[in-house]
């Protein structure tokens, strides 16, 4: 008798210690560009922050350069549970919701720091939890930066633009915004763009610079204007049953590790922006022009019959809300 209650206390004490050290919660954190870029630098910050806060609960596992998703594939993975974090641009929410197209509309914002205020606004928070329905949980936005035209011409005015090849990413908006110039869109996965560019598959794309740089997209590019027509951002999401499914403490800790990444990568990207348009100056594989105020005007003109195109899309109200951010 004694004996069988000392094999039942030992049992429950085993039991308690095997509970104590429970496997950690696995979170694989996907993105697709390398770790030297804004987003691959707070994704490093998420884990580190995450697996500080919740030491011992949580381990991730961050993959960049596509190395377990490319981006047409990650946002399936996501929903299928595969990955339980991904940062895609923003123009791959346009099957989840049509309204983030807002943010692939051409000259829209007058800089990041518009972009910023748009998306700390009531509006732009609004968008975060507008897919949850969907299985998708946005926490929060990330910058990459204002993108620039590059081609192997100079395209000073919309009319250099015509019958070019541009390789652009999976969204109807910006199909529209390079038909409007005369150009042919050809969607094609960011982990092939280099190869594409440097075969003559597309004769030109669209990037910020931290991608342009560390990309190499600059050495099988002949011109890269200083267009900043457009803004390249990310916006950091989970799988919704699985976040759902995390006791208190876990979403708390992953919460707060998310906000402060998310400011470490878009600090980053403020800060670092001019300083891979300098390196790209300074590889001298690619000559950067500056596309003067009237070029500017004219390439505005020629795109945006595209805001009126997708307004019904978006919504005029949130089209207004942004253009009311670039008054600081």
């Excluded at 991730?60 to 946002?75: A, H």
């Amino acid at each position: 008798m004694k004996l069988t209650l000392k094999m039942t206390v030992a049992g429950a004490l085993l039991a308690l210690g095997l509970a104590a050290q429970a496997a950690p919660i696995v979170i694989k954190y996907s993105h697709v560009v390398a770790d030297v870029t804004p987003k691959g630098k707070a994704a490093l910050k998420f884990k580190e922050l995450a697996e500080k806060k919740l030491a011992g609960k949580v381990e991730v596992q961050v993959f960049p350069n596509s190395q377990l998703f490319g981006d047409g594939k990650e946002m399936e993975a996501l929903l299928l549970g595969d990955v339980q974090i991904i940062a895609p641009s923003l123009a791959k929410f346009g099957k989840y919701t049509k309204q983030l197209q807002i943010f692939d509309l051409p000259f829209l914002f007058d800089d990041i720091a518009a972009v910023d205020r748009f998306q700390a606004s009531k509006e732009g928070q609004n968008l975060l939890t507008s897919m949850q329905k969907k299985g998708i949980m946005g926490f929060g936005y990330m910058h990459n930066g204002m993108k620039q035209l590059s081609a192997n011409v100079p395209l000073g005015s919309p009319a250099d633009a015509k019958g070019l090849k541009f390789r652009i990413q999976a969204s109807d908006v910006l199909e529209a915004q390079f038909k409007a110039v005369g150009a042919n869109p050809q969607k094609i996965s960011f982990s092939e763009v280099y190869q594409s560019l440097q075969t003559g598959v597309v004769d030109g794309t669209e990037n910020p610079w931290s991608n342009i740089y560390s990309k190499k997209f600059h050495e099988v590019q002949g011109y890269i204007m200083d267009s900043n027509h457009g803004v390249l951002d990310y916006m950091v999401i989970g799988n919704a049953k699985w976040w759902s499914g995390l006791p208190a403490d876990v979403q708390k800790g992953l919460k707060e590790a998310m906000v402060e990444s998310i400011k470490y990568g878009n600090d980053a990207a403020f800060e670092e922006a001019n300083d891979f348009r300098k390196k790209v100056i300074a590889d001298n594989k690619a000559k950067v022009l500056p596309m003067s105020k009237d070029h500017q005007a004219q390439w505005r003109a020629a795109m945006k019959p595209v805001w009126k195109q997708f307004e019904g899309d978006i919504g005029k109200d949130l089209i207004d809300a942004a253009l009311r951010a670039n008054n600081k």
